[in-house]
């Protein structure tokens, strides 16, 4: 298990990495108006985390703009879709192993930001209720080179979102075997069956499911978010891990705790949610997963400009999760 934190290529980002005795990066390139992920830049980011001693295994996510045609089905998917195929291609070049992709045509939702967490802390949080009284106010807004693509124009029934699920795919699963990269699908977050009319189709265990069986693959599979499986309603999000893990099919994932499920559910510590993450951390153990899994989502914390406050506190827990786990599991091999 690769523990990490999403950077940018700041000097002070990387040697806060290094000082909390991280060897793993996962971080992202803006959107390029040629439309895909080009070589030199992807070596240059490469070799610069190299220069302080991270390995660069999982780009999070794929621009946006780089396929936004494909995901409504617009005029102009293939020539996105075949720029998808050539980032592919350059992170095979590059050595980058991993690439995350959402398929929220609305975005992440989110109602209010609000001090409910421990000692006051300010955590994010989702409330169906007051997202459907105030729909707009919930949409991330993405700007991208022809306005707002989130903006929702027309309503899209789950059977059209998955048609162009699926055709994206089938564009860029055989680039991906043959680069030897592995495309990971985020989880829709929040986790509700629609939301403007726009169907969200990766909502549920049997979404994500659908999506790795249409199109068989040992490149396709998922960006496993704790938080936003733990989040869904009725989800047991250990029992999550070992369905996908047992499947190989968990290719990165996000270390997160949430309190609460759909329709209500905050984004608390990761020893203040619902979720056992002990049995977590065992349960990838258990399915051999051995690739990055990053911590997500820090509440905001007194005096934390940056938010490494919390960031540090969170993967010091996560380290000792798994270094006390091994330990007990050494012992018991004795």
């Known amino acids: ?38 070589l030199d830049d ?22 946006t703009p780089h396929y936004y045609k494909a995901m409504f089905g617009l ?21 980058i192993s991993v690439l995350q992709y959402q398929w929220m045509l609305l975005g992440g939702l989110r109602t209010e930001y609000c001090p409910v967490g421990r000692g006051g802390a300010r955590v994010s949080r989702f409330d169906w209720d007051v997202a459907l009284r105030s729909p707009i106010a919930a949409l991330d807004w ?5 306005g707002l693509i989130h903006t929702p124009d027309r309503a899209l029934s789950a059977e059209q979102v998955w048609d162009n699920l699926t055709y994206f795919l089938k564009g860029i699963i055989p680039a991906a075997e043959e680069a030897g990269v592995k495309v990971a699908a985020h989880p829709d977050d929040a986790p509700i069956p629609s939301f403007m009319g ?44 070992h369905r996908f893990g047992r499947q190989n099919r968990i290719f990165f ?8 499920q759909v329709p209500v559910f905050e984004e608390v510590f990761p020893d203040e949610g619902d979720s056992d993450m002990v049995a977590a951390v065992r349960a990838y153990r258990d399915v051999g997963f051995d690739g990055v899994i990053r911590v997500d989502h ?3 914390v007194e005096g934390d400009t940056y938010g490494e406050r919390t960031f540090a506190y969170q993967v010091g827990y996560f380290k000792g999760l798994v270094d006390a786990i091994e330990a007990l599991d050494a012992e018991g091999a004795n």
Do not use: W
Request: hydrophobic share 40%; with cysteine.
């Open 1 to 38: 298990m690769k523990i990490a934190l999403s950077l940018g290529r700041s000097a002070r980002e990387m040697q806060f990495a290094r000082q909390l005795g991280l060897k793993y990066v996962v971080s992202a390139l803006p959107a390029n108006p040629k439309g895909h992920l080009e």
């Open 42 to 63: 992807l070596l240059r980011a490469r070799d610069e985390f190299a220069g302080y001693g991270l390995s660069f295994d999982v780009i999070e996510n794929l621009p």
């Open 75 to 95: 005029p102009g998917r293939d020539e996105q879709i075949a720029n998808v195929r050539t980032t592919i291609r350059n992170m095979g070049k590059a050595g």
């Open 142 to 146: 993405r700007p991208g080179p022809e």
């Open 198 to 241: 726009v169907a969200r189709i990766l909502a549920s265990l049997a979404g994500l499911q659908r999506l790795i069986d249409t199109v068989p693959s040992p490149c396709n599979g998922l960006g496993f978010c704790q938080g936003t499986v733990a989040s869904m309603a009725g989800v047991d999000m250990i029992e999550a891990i």
């Open 253 to 260: 994932a996000h270390f997160r705790n949430p309190r609460g």
């Open 298 to 300: 820090a509440p905001a």
